[in-house]
């Protein structure tokens, strides 16, 4: 049967039942979303004079946890307005409504018994074909299926999501023994294209696959640091970025979700395993110990590893000292091991090179990474059939860039087992046995295609669901037809060409101009479409190149200057008005120059979590690369369209005022940056091959190459007059800075077309010119150029 979901019944609102109705309702599902009705009345309601059976004190445990759950940061929802998707409701008036859900997914509190009592009820209701899953972490899935009629056993399963489900990208999917192969299929499907996960296959084991490694790694880490006498910045500062993990580092990561919590699941599973080698390890370290006693559980009680304090009317991060367990200032971090690896931009050539290190730091990685190895290894096939699930779910779960066995590959798998053998560790058998047999990697590229080495058949077979990805990784050995230092273009076949940054947080410099009009030049003469896009981790790309700009600016070459901006606006121009499709695929941040080249492309495949924005007002300036005009020129299209033309260019013109940042990509249709037509991807690794299917579309409905408008509307003095006023309203109230007014100013001059005497049509060619104008001369501002040099040196925003 053709199955599809269409409601959802989320049982528990929680933390994470709350934050899972979110996800759901960001994919315009509609939500029921049911908790218990209290058993008393609060002190308010009892000041009411309300009963318990008052509609507003039976929901009053899903309302606040709700409230709760939509007001915290970061944000659950894409758009505020999607929580009209999620109707509240209560077990004793609402649970007939399971009834006309597709799929009911319970998420109570982690007690068997009342899991089980609440299947009871579901069972009442529930019409058979529902899926129904639970949401749990730690409880076996077969114990609750246990007693269930057999409809229910073949359409159940776990679905364990992390927290917090909008952002982390795992689900795994645990099935029992009876739960129906084609349920299974259905919701790993569902999981990766509607909601945007990596969705991973687990068995039935204590914590799955991702807890089970993840928590091993941070208990082990814990227990190394009390052997080598660590402190708590050296460790965040060995585990954070330089390792691929997230900057945060292992203590602060566990300050953020809660001491208890680590210490919950490892308790858990030290009760749990019976047959695992290395079960002393889930033994709570001294360290944690300590913080249970006193209670300090992280950010939840405002201290943990780390506390945050006022000092001077600042706020002051103080760190835990380890031996006498007193918080003190944070300290600076410097390794010899840290420092060679400063200049190796490539993730997987760093951990050679940290691994032999002759330093503490060293020694570190070698007791944590390499014991990370054997214990990964010996896990296969007992939590996965296949090392790559485990790869998949710690990089999803836990932020990691790389799996354990990729991190492995990178520094040659025989090379591995040696370093193990001095630290007197031995791995699976199974790796023995792959390298004696001549198969000397986990992973390889065959033919293009990714594979990976399976234990069971001792053959290299193909990654399930690489097939709907581009991996442009994969591609460039064979597939690179031009390249410059800071861009790559590469054939991703069926005529359509991809155009990659990897410039510095993928900003655009004279590389990627180049790069952009290259790209565009070998599309028009030999594809027939191309793809902008590229595989960054933290960027699509934070805007232009500075460092030139501040140069010139400085030296107060300005015509040198002019040029750059004359440049930066014919690429932009060119990528609108090309001979064939443009699509560009943007994720994370894509500020300033990111954000227009987005503005002037055919269409744009956006993923969901998009942090996109005109910021230039930030360093002194205004959008210049097309990016004023092209705000102009929406809104003026969209007065056409019967719009209140001033307001609709107020809210634009406010939006590049205030440097406003999207928090997804759905608020950045709000903002006018995505259109209509544009679309949204919830899956990331599919970002590129969507963008190339809606690439090769547009060139089979037969793309017209597009020509200048001449019939864009501007304001004139009408709008101007409106902006100077708020402008100087907002200066009189000491809200903006004299420099931020007079950048307002000069936006506000750009985005009307100037003091023209009436609304009237204009041009792109006398728009560009515009912006250009008032950027050249905000350029020579000495307050500008100490914005810029803050940012180019500090990383930080000046407001003076």
């Given at each position: 049967?053709n ?20 996800h759901?309702a960001n994919i315009?599902?509609?939500v ?15 000041a ?7 509609p507003?004190?039976k ?11 939509i ?5 659950s ?6 929580a ?8 004793d ?12 997914m319970e ?22 074909g529902t899926?129904?899953t639970?949401n749990?972490?730690g ?14 056993q073949?359409?159940?399963?776990g ?8 952002y982390l ?14 349920i ?7 999981g ?13 084991t ?5 807890n ?5 790694s ?12 660590l402190?708590?910045?050296?460790v965040?500062k ?8 997230p ?21 858990n599973l030290k009760?749990?395993l019976?047959n ?16 249970m006693?006193?209670k300090?559980?992280?950010d939840?009680t ?12 600042k706020?002051?991060?103080?760190s835990?000292?380890l ?8 300290q ?24 032999a ?10 007791k ?8 990964a290894?010996?896990?296969v ?26 991190t492995?590959?990178?520094i ?25 047999s001549?198969?000397?990697?986990f992973?390889?590229?065959e ?11 001792k053959?290299?077979l ?14 460039k ?5 031009y ?10 076949g ?33 594809y027939r ?8 981790v ?10 030139m ?5 400085a ?11 004359a ?6 121009m060119r990528?609108?008005?090309?001979s ?6 943007p994720?994370t ?15 744009i495949?956006?993923h ?5 924005g ?6 002194g ?17 969209a007065?056409?369209?019967?719009d ?5 260019l107020?809210?634009a ?9 999207s ?12 259109r209509?037509?544009?679309r949204?991807v919830?899956?990331?690794s ?5 963008a ?21 509307w501007?304001?004139g003095k ?17 809200y903006i800075?004299?420099?931020d007014?007079?950048i307002?100013?000069?936006?506000a001059?750009?985005i ?11 041009t792109?060619e ?14 020579g501002?000495r ?5 810029i ?12």
């Amino acid at each position: 049967m053709n199955r599809s979901i269409k409601r959802v019944a989320i049982l528990g609102s929680g933390i994470m039942g709350s934050r899972i109705a979110c996800h759901f309702a960001n994919i315009g599902v509609q939500v029921l979303l049911l908790d218990i009705a209290p058993k008393e009345l609060n002190a308010e309601e009892q000041a009411k004079g309300l009963s318990l059976e008052h509609p507003s004190v039976k929901n009053r445990i899903v309302n606040t946890a709700f409230q709760q759950t939509i007001q915290a940061k970061p944000a659950s929802l894409y758009s505020s307005g999607f929580a009209k998707n999620i109707k509240l409701g209560n077990f004793d008036d609402n649970l007939p409504e399971i009834a006309q859900a597709d799929w009911i997914m319970e998420v109570v509190v982690e007690n068997l018994a009342i899991k089980k009592s609440l299947y009871d009820r579901v069972e009442q209701f529930r019409k058979p074909g529902t899926l129904i899953t639970s949401n749990t972490s730690g409880i076996p899935i077969h114990l609750m299926a246990e007693g269930r009629s057999e409809d229910f056993q073949n359409h159940f399963c776990g679905t364990h999501f992390f927290n917090p489900p909008r952002y982390l990208r795992l689900l795994e999917i645990i099935p029992t023994a009876k739960t129906d192969p084609k349920i299974i299929e259905f919701l790993l499907q569902f999981g990766e294209t509607q909601l945007g996960k990596t969705t991973v296959l687990c068995k039935d084991t204590p914590a799955f696959i991702a807890n089970r490694i993840g928590v091993y790694s941070m208990m082990q880490t814990m227990k190394v640091v009390e052997e080598l006498g660590l402190t708590v910045e050296q460790v965040d500062k060995l585990t954070s970025k330089v390792v691929g993990r997230p900057k945060s580092g292992t203590f602060r990561l566990s300050d953020v979700v809660g001491l208890d919590t680590t210490i919950h699941v490892a308790n858990n599973l030290k009760q749990a395993l019976t047959n695992d080698e290395s079960i002393s390890i889930f033994e709570l370290p001294n360290m944690l110990q300590k913080l249970m006693e006193n209670k300090w559980l992280g950010d939840k009680t405002g201290q943990g590893f780390y506390k945050k304090t006022k000092e001077g009317g600042k706020t002051v991060i103080l760190s835990l000292d380890l031996q006498t367990f007193e918080y003190r200032p944070s300290q600076k971090v410097s390794f010899e091991t840290l420092e060679r690896t400063k200049a190796i931009d490539k993730l997987a050539d760093r951990f050679a090179v940290l691994l032999a290190g002759k330093d503490l730091a060293g020694e570190f990685y070698r007791k944590t990474i390499l014991d990370g190895f054997r214990y990964a290894s010996l896990r296969v096939p007992e939590i996965a059939d296949d090392f790559v699930k485990i790869d998949q779910a710690i990089c999803a779960g836990f932020g990691w860039e790389m799996g354990i066995f990729e991190t492995w590959d990178a520094i040659g798998v025989q090379a591995g087992i040696e370093l193990m053998a001095a630290e007197g560790l031995q791995p699976a058998a199974w790796v023995t046995d792959m390298v004696k047999s001549g198969n000397s990697t986990f992973y390889r590229v065959e033919n293009g295609e990714r594979q990976y080495y399976d234990i069971h058949t001792k053959k290299y077979l193909r990654i399930p669901g690489a097939e709907k990805q581009i991996n442009l990784q994969i591609l460039k050995p064979t597939k690179t037809i031009y390249k410059n230092d800071d861009a790559s273009i590469i054939d991703i076949g069926d005529g359509i060409i991809n155009l990659e940054f990897h410039s510095k947080m993928n900003t655009m410099g004279q590389g990627v101009l180049e790069g952009i009009q290259k790209a565009i030049d070998l599309a028009e003469k030999d594809y027939r479409g191309l793809v902008i896009g590229n595989e960054g981790v933290e960027a699509f790309s934070a805007g232009a190149n500075l460092g030139m700009l501040f140069m010139y600016a400085a030296q107060q070459e300005f015509d040198e200057v002019n040029q750059m901006i004359a440049i930066f606006q014919k690429t932009m121009m060119r990528v609108r008005y090309s001979s064939i499709p443009v699509v560009v695929a943007p994720h994370t941040l894509a500020l300033g120059g990111g954000t227009e080249i987005n503005l002037h492309a055919d269409k744009i495949v956006a993923h969901a979590e998009l942090y996109m924005g005109l910021v230039e007002v930030g360093v002194g300036l205004i959008p210049a690369g097309g990016g004023t005009k092209e705000m102009a020129l929406r809104m003026g299209d969209a007065r056409r369209k019967g719009d209140v033309e001033l307001n609709r260019l107020q809210e634009a013109f406010m939006n590049i005022a205030t440097a406003r940042v999207s928090t997804s990509a759905y608020e950045a249709l709000e903002m006018n940056y995505l259109r209509k037509e544009d679309r949204i991807v919830l899956n990331r690794s599919q970002l590129i091959s969507e963008a190339k299917k809606e690439a090769i579309a547009l060139a089979e409905a037969g793309y017209v190459q597009q020509q200048p408008r001449s019939d864009v509307w501007v304001e004139g003095k009408q709008g101007l007059a409106l902006f100077k006023a708020g402008i100087q309203g907002m200066l009189m109230g000491k809200y903006i800075s004299e420099h931020d007014a007079l950048i307002a100013n000069k936006l506000a001059y750009a985005i009307c077309g100037g003091d023209l005497d009436a609304p009237q049509l204009v041009t792109e060619e006398y728009l560009l010119d515009l912006e250009r104008e008032a950027f050249l001369s905000l350029s020579g501002e000495r307050k500008t150029l100490e914005r810029i040099s803050s940012l180019l040196n500090g990383g930080k925003p000046l407001r003076n």
